[in-house]
């Protein structure tokens, strides 16, 4: 199996919440780097998840649900300029990670929490 990433310390966070995920190897734009299935659950019940930890690495899934993410999904960290997209996978209860530009082996691999990778708005946890 090609394993394109791993789990490192990350230098972008501080404290006991400082994983991150790297490139082992290069990978190419377009190219797709994981696939994190997903558990979900209604909207409804998400005042209930912002009691917790969880909060902070659930994905919105759709108009009427959000998701927690397996796999190395929800350790991704945020940049206003990633180098990583993704997109919610309905017919596989997945989210899927791509390059979005080149990526070097060691680089640590990028999202836009926003989910567009342009949009530069503020995010949930800047307010805290």
Known sequence: MDEKIEIKTSKLSQ????????????????ELIHVAPVLTYPNEQHKLIEQTILADYVFNYGANHSAVLLGYGSLFNHSYSPNATY?????????????????QAGEEILINYNGDEECDDPLWFNDK
């Open 15 to 30: 404290g006991e919440f400082n994983r991150g995920v790297f490139a082992t190897r290069h990978i190419t734009k377009g």
């Open 87 to 103: 997109e919610l996978n309905f017919d596989n209860l997945s989210v899927d990670f791509y390059a979005y530009t080149d990526i």
